[in-house]
């Protein structure tokens, strides 16, 4: 009984196959992610010295004044309440 003895192949082409992919990889994200914008840190935003109840005081008296916002397309700034009171008288009908 001779067995056949089959030529064993070297792993070369393998290792640098993988090594190939490898770099690829690398390449391939380092590409990606040098490209982003750098961040810049929190610490340089300034943060306005407007306290909470100033800003709701601000952000409330703007609500509560009706305003034409766009007379060319019909757009105007209403009051919540007067809005909701128009939506009403509107479906009611």
């Known amino acids: 009984m001779t067995q056949a003895h089959t030529p064993s192949r070297?792993?070369?082409?393998?290792?640098?196959?993988i090594i190939g992919l490898f770099l690829l990889f690398w390449f391939l994200t380092s590409k990606v992610y040098m490209d982003q914008?750098?961040?810049v840190p929190v610490?340089?935003?300034?943060?306005?010295?407007?306290?909470l109840a100033?800003?709701?005081?601000?952000?409330?008296?703007?609500?509560a004044s009706p305003?034409?916002?766009d007379a060319a397309s019909g757009k105007v700034r209403l009051s919540i309440e007067r809005a909701?009171?128009?939506?009403?008288a509107e479906n009611s009908k």
């Open 67 to 69: 305003a034409v916002l």
């Open 43 to 51: 610490s340089n935003f300034t943060v306005p010295d407007k306290t």
């Open 84 to 88: 909701k009171d128009l939506v009403v």
């Open 10 to 17: 070297s792993s070369f082409p393998v290792v640098v196959a």
């Open 37 to 39: 914008p750098e961040v």
């Open 54 to 63: 100033e800003h709701d005081g601000a952000a409330n008296s703007v609500l």
